[in-house]
């Protein structure tokens, strides 16, 4: 793209003056672009003054520079371009102590904050005058908006643009008031905008459009400019710039590892030493490993590989246990140091030499089956690639430490190649991402060896608890390893995609975070060792998803309905803790085991103990598709998925064996609309709808097609008994649902008993709703304690990632925009914000600011409780609202 200034005039009138604006853009080498209307290539806009015309609304929505003509005439005295920023427009002149709005948008765009004013609208735009549309059209595309002219059928409409009123009073309509309010904030108002005038169809077009496309303000609507239009205004710089910095503050503790930058070499492959390596492979074959590996040590040097026969030799000889811990400590050291000298960097043939001496000598079966051999070696497990030494003596399991932190700090230096721009291609060409994700897997955060890998963490943590405390050291370095492993794995997919497809994201990571929880509760694991996986997962995202999971579920198994909506600060401080006080009067069960009481295990490997040999490890990890079930993507051709035939046949195993996976989606529809849930209760699959209303956090109850509802499917069936399970876990609401013939559920029960009966469900239901009767005394202090402690993670967890107070840098918001925030809501506040994270963050703000009320519905037994968990969390919510009110308080500088 050509580097030359490309200008447009606009409201400039003297012609000796435009005359000499454009002698002096061509002597200096720039472009002046006539015309009109606004050019997308234009980079400099001139006006004498603020004035409201297409060019001017459109550049400022691009983020383009808007100047004076002095810009110019003193470019030209001085023989060459002078900086911009002493001759941008200042509309702050006329609002005193209000932020230049034309510069804030021009370094929004310029540092990748938003592509444009408007970005993330989608308009519809119902305007009859094709001029006036196309005016409106150009200036909402400079802002990257969405325009439509009809109502669109698969996207949700966020303002309408219209001439002669609003067709559906449903949405919301925006004028081009609204436009240049949302552009200029408090300056609107501090300027004479002068109003649009008709456009004569004999006056025809001007050069500059004075009468029509250059004051386009039009006047169907009054916008009511309240003295808080200002401090709304003022809010939202103040979070932009809040949020600003806290990236900044997330990029400084972002995966890089600055020891790396100048430790680890990255060279061109040299001949040099080449020699010295020949008296190594005589060696070797005269089995004189220690001399091998002395004079290996000593002939490194930058980008001289030794041969990968050597080191897989080498490697063969410390596997097998044969080696003396001086020949073991001085292999780990060779590692290292060839790292150090020969860093890969994406470079294709470093990267394939650490695949060939990275891998198991006997069956070359790749880095993932050497690591995670290494790993169950490690936890005494019998399930490796191939039989090892045993039992294994202490100096060949910290030799196995010692690999896995070599392989470790391996994916470091390439992750912190990446982050630093050194890596020479993409993410997939590294050995991190050719060990995690074939392929075909490369858009699924959730791949085979993924998988395996949070399998190997939860089985490390549940051997690090039970294992002899001579072990303890080895559980502790297996464990961390682990959690550093994962965060360098969800680090690198997660930068992979979260650019172009966010969504996916957010999706894959609340996938894994589920299946983390099911492999969690079906291996019946400890409070207390639950209590150490959480806390310590180092990547925060992942973290909120598997500890929102957990909680999820442990309410779903208590018959306690979760909502569907996404997770919020909201959704955890209402209906999480309605649902930790309706826990409150859980009595427990008859087995005192302090363990997670739970249903039947999902996955095929949960039956065996974590105190056994393999503790699950063989049939969770073992390379193949033992795992997943067969047919699972398939989809015969009524659209119906492995999930619909299952609940069908009232195959139960393989519902929990599907539900087990990750990324299942429980309310998948075939063709006609028919969920899961829909042909269960339509065949009287009994044990097929209580799995599923057990284990599906997500279950959607009042899924209709054509207003049939799964209770409405039970009823017509003859099915009363799925009946009455739905109406004991949904409540009442499930009978306010009308089909197309405007029949509720009641309607198609023929006796009055049955009705009766089915009232006595609803009722049951609603009394298991979250908050329905205020408790006194805990009943069940393990469940409480540790459903405590898993909102307690995700609440410090959440702070983090969201940048709220507390879990972010200060926040430093004035007490009147914190109080108009609290008094008219996120909701009228937000609206038309283009940021969404921005506006999540005021969502959030207003429940901060609101703690008060929640903190009032608080279950009497949770502040009783003496569980040092629910302590620490009723102390966490405390602190929260002691948060909220201080942004309240008027400080000194206020």
Known sequence: MSSRKRFQISGLKDSVRKGQLLRAIKQLGGIYTGGSIYRESTTHLIVSHAVLSEKFLAACAGGKWIVTPEYVLDSMKHNEWMPEAGYEVNLSVQSPGSSNPVRAWREKVARGVVSGAFQDWVVLLTVADFKKRDTIIRILKAGRAVVYLQKPGSMTVSHVITQNGVDDPADDCTSLQQLALHLFGEAFSGLKWPAYQPHSESSGYMDDMDSSSENVMEETERV????????VSGLQSKLEDYLFNAGKLKQKRKLVYPELQSSYLSCPFSQRGLAELRNVQFLLECSFFPQALEELQASLHPGVLPPAPHVLSLLQHALDGTADPYSLSMFSTTLHNILRCNSPRGSPAYVKYYQQILQCPQCKTGLWSLLS?????????????????SPAHPELIRFHGDLQEFILRLFQVELHAMNSGLTAGGQWST????TFWTMWERSVLSSKAVQQLVQLLVDAYQWAHYCPEAEVVVGQRLVLCLQEMLEVVMGLWCQAHSVLNRPLVDKSLQD????IAILCLAQDMAPDVLSELIPSMLYCPLRVATADALYRFICRRNVIAMGTEPLSLRKIVSTYLKALGSLCARRPAADPSPRLRTEPALTSCASQKPGSGSRGSECADRPGKENIPRGLNRVNAAGETLLHRACKRDQVETLLHILAQPGTDVNVKDHAGWTPLHEACNHGSSACVRALLEHSPTLHLSSQVGGV???????????????????????????????????????????????EEL???????????????????????????????????????????????????????????????LDRGAAAVTHGWA??????LAHDLEVLLGMERYLAALTPALRRCQGPHTQILVQLLDDLQSDGQLLLVPSAAD
Not at 431 to 434: A, F, H, P, T
Not at 769 to 789: I, K, R, Y
């Open 512 to 515: 894994l975070g589920e299946h």
């Open 224 to 231: 009511g400019h309240t003295p808080d239009t200002g401090l």
């Open 835 to 840: 940021n969404a994270k921005l506006a999540q």
């Open 759 to 821: 009232c006595h469900c609803a009722a049951e239901g609603d009394s298991l709703t979250p908050g329905a009767n205020a408790v006194h005394e805990v009943q069940d202090l393990a469940l409480v304690e540790t459903c405590s402690w898993l909102l307690v993670c995700l609440l410090l967890a959440y702070q983090e990632l969201r940048d709220l107070p507390g879990g972010g840098p200060p926040l430093h918001l004035p007490p009147r925009q914190a109080q108009v925030l």
């Open 709 to 755: 509802s799964p209770l409405h499917d039970a009823l017509l069936n003859g099915h009363v008994s799925i009946a009455k399970m739905l109406l004991q876990y949904g409540g009442s609401d499930l009978l306010k649902i009308h089909d197309k013939f405007g029949r509720t559920p009641m309607d198609l029960v023929p006796t009055a008993t049955l009705r």
């Open 373 to 389: 051999t290494s790993f169950r070696f490690c936890m005494s497990s019998t399930a490796t690639c191939h039989s090892l030494p």
């Open 431 to 434: 050995i991190l991402g050719s």
